[in-house]
């Protein structure tokens, strides 16, 4: 297995530096290293609408991505050939100690009856103190003009826009890719994580199976293309799409994002990915199950979040957390989470997460934080324990 350029990660959950050659020894001994678990602090958010992507401000604000719930509008054909009618139910709410705002209303949405797994705003990014949106479209991009002729708003499906002062006004228009002619063998274009990067926004199209950068005058490249993949299950396509979802920059500069894969969804084929400078793509760990979103903690920890941990054609609708280390392996974090969408990680080291992702009406964002319970130590480890803080005792006694 490929392993990204993560420099600058954290490897494990141990911070010290003598903690390198303990980490390997308290492995041998207790069967595998982990990392630590965590703990459901209560909701933070609830009675959203779709609710997708968060982000966190310099003000310790957090704001989620809501992607309504469709209306009764003029209607498009979805990439899977459901009817899909527009309303303007998007928002953007923003939480802090407990107060709550809506930030922006009456954005542009997609959904079929009842609302649910709506397509609308997907995520949020912020850069050089701006906030950035992403909307999806998840259909032929040739489809918006009609939606467009109907209500104006609607050019922002499909586009990276910019949050000012309740409005959020168009910035680059990822759909007109795949509506042109784009790199993908089809015309889709659904926009759904977008990441402030070393050189400005970074977006994973979902429908075009690409990762594409955008300039500071709003034009629109192609960083990378994921191909298709044999399809492993005895039925379904030959082969299954990639589908880039969540996408997320660590502090180093290392953009990493994942992927759901798409039908059959096969169960352990998705995996995280880095974005090498060159354009390239390295695998960074696999054996996931239908990857919704990645987020950095402040010290370089990648995390990966699962939307349906049995994939999304078996009776399960719940997803779990890992912790990605720099080796490709993984740790499970938290699992149970109904339909999680959305995943941020704050600079106290609690876990938001999107919940009930798919309601028009019952989303939800969670707080997760560090289980910090005394871990019992395997039988013969204090022993250990003593021999290595001797080693630690005499190297300083040497210097």
Same mark, same amino acid.
């Given at each position: @297995?490929?392993?990204?350029? @993560?420099?600058?990660?954290? =490897?494990?959950?141990?911070?010290?530096?003598?903690?390198?050659? @303990?980490?390997?020894?308290?492995?041998?001994?207790?069967?595998?290293?982990?990392?630590?678990?965590?703990?459901?602090?209560?909701?933070?958010?609830?009675?959203?609408?779709?609710?997708?992507?968060?982000?966190?401000?310099?003000?310790?604000?957090?704001?989620?991505?809501?992607?309504?719930?469709?209306?009764?509008?003029?209607?498009? !054909?979805?990439?899977?050939?459901?009817?899909?009618?527009?309303? !303007?139910?998007?928002?953007?709410?923003?939480?802090?100690?407990?107060?709550?705002?809506?930030?922006?209303?009456?954005?542009?949405?997609?959904?079929?009856?009842?609302?649910?797994?709506?397509?609308?705003?997907? #995520?949020?990014?912020?850069?050089?103190?701006?906030?950035?949106? +992403?909307?999806?479209?998840? %259909?032929?991009?040739?489809?918006?003009?009609?939606?467009?002729?109907? #209500?104006?708003?609607? =050019?922002?499906?499909?586009?990276?826009?910019?949050?000012? &002062?309740? !409005?959020?006004?168009?910035?680059?228009?990822?759909?007109?890719?795949?509506?042109?002619?784009?790199?993908?063998?089809?015309?889709?274009?659904?926009?759904?994580?977008?990441?402030?990067?070393?050189?400005?926004?970074?977006?994973?199209?979902?429908?075009?199976?690409?990762?594409?950068?955008?300039?500071?005058?709003?034009?629109?490249?192609?960083?990378?293309?994921?191909?298709?993949?044999?399809?492993?299950?005895?039925?379904?396509?030959?082969?299954?799409?990639? +589908?880039?979802?969540?996408?997320?920059?660590?502090?180093?500069?290392?953009?990493? /994002?994942?992927?759901?894969?798409? /039908?059959? /969804?096969?169960?352990?084929?998705?995996?995280?990915?880095?974005?090498?400078?060159?354009?390239?793509?390295?695998?960074?760990?696999?054996?996931?199950?239908?990857? =919704?979103?990645?987020? /950095?903690? %402040?010290?370089?920890?990648?995390?990966?979040?699962?939307?349906?941990?049995?994939?999304?054609?078996?009776? %399960?609708?719940?997803?779990?957390?890992?912790?990605?280390?720099?080796? %490709?392996?993984?740790?499970?974090?938290?699992?149970?989470?109904?339909?999680?969408? &959305?995943?941020?990680?704050?600079?106290?080291?609690?876990?938001?997460?999107?919940?009930?992702?798919?309601?028009?009406?019952?989303?939800?964002?969670?707080?997760?934080?560090?289980?910090?319970?005394?871990?019992?130590?395997?039988?013969?480890?204090?022993?250990?324990?003593?021999?290595?803080?001797?080693?630690?005792?005499?190297?300083?006694?040497?210097?």
């Amino acid at each position: @297995m490929q392993t990204g350029r @993560m420099c600058g990660w954290r =490897i494990g959950s141990l911070r010290h530096p003598a903690f390198g050659l @303990m980490t390997t020894l308290l492995a041998g001994a207790a069967g595998g290293a982990s990392a630590a678990t965590l703990s459901l602090e209560g909701t933070v958010l609830e009675g959203l609408a779709n609710p997708r992507g968060l982000a966190l401000d310099a003000e310790g604000w957090l704001y989620v991505a809501e992607a309504g719930s469709g209306g009764t509008g003029a209607q498009i !054909t979805g990439g899977d050939g459901a009817i899909l009618s527009y309303g !303007t139910t998007g928002a953007i709410t923003r939480v802090r100690d407990g107060v709550r705002e809506t930030v922006a209303a009456g954005l542009p949405s997609l959904a079929g009856d009842g609302g649910f797994g709506a397509t609308g705003i997907h #995520d949020l990014a912020i850069l050089d103190g701006g906030i950035y949106t +992403v909307q999806g479209f998840g %259909g032929d991009p040739n489809q918006r003009d009609g939606l467009v002729a109907a #209500d104006p708003g609607a =050019i922002l499906l499909g586009q990276v826009g910019r949050l000012e &002062g309740g !409005t959020v006004t168009p910035v680059a228009d990822i759909a007109a890719l795949e509506r042109d002619g784009g790199p993908d063998d089809e015309a889709n274009s659904n926009p759904f994580g977008l990441t402030a990067g070393p050189g400005g926004l970074v977006v994973a199209d979902a429908g075009g199976n690409d990762i594409l950068t955008v300039g500071p005058d709003g034009g629109v490249a192609v960083a990378a293309v994921l191909p298709p993949a044999p399809n492993p299950l005895p039925f379904g396509p030959p082969v299954y799409q990639a +589908v880039p979802t969540g996408i997320a920059t660590a502090p180093d500069g290392t953009i990493a /994002f994942g992927q759901l894969t798409g /039908f059959p /969804f096969p169960p352990g084929a998705a995996n995280v990915f880095s974005l090498g400078v060159d354009g390239g793509v390295d695998t960074v760990a696999g054996g996931f199950t239908n990857l =919704i979103d990645v987020a /950095f903690g %402040g010290d370089g920890s990648l995390y990966a979040l699962e939307a349906d941990s049995d994939s999304l054609l078996n009776p %399960g609708t719940t997803g779990a957390l890992f912790e990605v280390f720099a080796d %490709g392996t993984r740790a499970l974090l938290f699992d149970g989470l109904e339909s999680p969408t &959305g995943l941020a990680v704050g600079p106290d080291g609690v876990f938001y997460v999107s919940t009930n992702g798919l309601s028009p009406s019952d989303g939800r964002v969670v707080a997760l934080a560090p289980d910090l319970a005394p871990v019992p130590l395997p039988a013969g480890l204090p022993l250990l324990a003593a021999a290595l803080a001797g080693l630690g005792v005499a190297a300083r006694r040497r210097r």
